[in-house]
């Protein structure tokens, strides 16, 4: 199974901030990698697909890069709705695994 | 437009079953395989297993096998997924997600196992 983990764990950042997660899997998934945002009580939301891909509707403050192993999540000035949970999920292989999470939380 | 409609919540005794349904609507049923993804309350996204709406074939997770059984009716674009033998640890909020990028979830149908 391919392991998937996401640091840091939880960040606290200020408004216009620029923020980076990183994901890393323990073997390739070429550019199969998803990122989610989830808030207290609701389903995820995809926010990025095929690692760099934006899906439609998502601010374009929020871009993903990397291939292969690693990859990051990048917002490039935080807003306060960005307060959430992340989570990366790699789709290259069987089971389709998830990160830990990361806790971003506004100064 | 595109949804997943997921049934209600369920309390259920340790030991017994649940089946969650998921609904389909907005998008044709049969393009898109649908994977089931669950979290226990303060946890992460744990993946359990996807069904082919087109085919009825499934994978699970490893964890799930043996206990787990997803299904769907073309008819009534449904899916749904059974638990059986359940533990206290299967307490969580049950999630069915559209496709390989998980562009489209359903509200989470919250599982409670308790004696």
């Known amino acids: 199974d391919i392991q998937m983990t996401q640091s840091p764990s939880s960040l606290s950042a200020s408004l216009g901030d620029r923020v980076t997660i990183t994901c890393r899997a323990s073997?390739?998934?070429?550019?199969?990698l998803n990122w989610y945002q989830q808030k207290p009580g609701k389903a995820p939301k995809l926010l990025i697909y095929a690692a760099s891909s934006l899906h439609i509707g998502v601010p374009s403050r929020f871009s993903g890069s990397g291939f292969g192993t690693e990859f990051t999540l990048t917002i490039s000035s935080l807003q306060p709705e960005d307060s959430a949970s992340y989570f990366c999920?790699?789709?290259?292989?069987?089971?389709?695994?998830f990160g830990q999470g990361t806790k971003l939380e506004i100064k | 437009q595109v949804q997943l409609g997921q049934s209600g919540a369920e309390v259920k005794k340790p030991g017994a079953s649940v089946k969650v349904s998921c609904k389909a609507s907005?998008?044709?049923?049969?393009?898109?395989?649908i994977n089931w993804v669950r979290q226990a309350a303060g946890q992460g996204l744990e993946w359990m297993g996807w069904?082919?709406?087109?085919?009825?074939?499934?994978g699970y997770g490893q964890k799930f096998q043996g206990r787990v059984t997803m299904t769907t009716n073309t008819s009534i674009t449904t899916v749904y997924m059974e638990l059986s033998s359940l533990r206290i640890e299967d307490t969580a909020v049950y999630y069915c997600?559209?496709?390989?990028?998980?562009?489209?979830w359903g509200q989470g149908t919250t599982v409670t196992v308790s004696s």
């Open positions: 999920q790699q789709s290259y292989s069987f089971p389709y695994s």
């Open positions: 907005g998008y044709t049923f049969t393009s898109y395989d």
């Open positions: 069904v082919n709406p087109k085919n009825g074939n499934a």
């Open positions: 997600a559209r496709g390989l990028r998980g562009d489209v």
């Open positions: 073997q390739t998934v070429n550019s199969y």
